[in-house]
């Protein structure tokens, strides 16, 4: 018998680049205005235009959420807390 569970485990990398629409759902936007910030150029992270998508590079996305707490205002990394 022939067993169906893979002997290695897979390894699944996550994206390097999510969809403008995702990225606007993870800052709270909608898709209007996610769409408006990046036709302007005011997209608060880095968009990409590959042909006629736009994809936002996870690295950026992920240093803005990092940075900034759930009210709005900058957080300081621990190290400077005091």
Do not use: N, W
């Not at 936007?29 to 006629?52: D, H, N």
């Amino acid at each position: 018998m022939t067993s169906t569970t893979p002997t290695q485990p897979q390894t699944q990398q996550a994206p390097e680049v999510v969809s403008l629409l995702a990225a606007g759902r993870l800052l709270g936007m909608g898709r209007s205005k996610t769409y408006r910030l990046a036709q302007a150029g005011e997209f608060p992270c880095r968009v990409l235009r590959i042909g006629g998508r736009y994809a936002v590079p996870v690295r950026g996305l992920r240093a803005l959420l990092d940075h900034t707490s759930t009210d709005g205002t900058q957080s300081r990394p621990a190290c400077e807390e005091g």
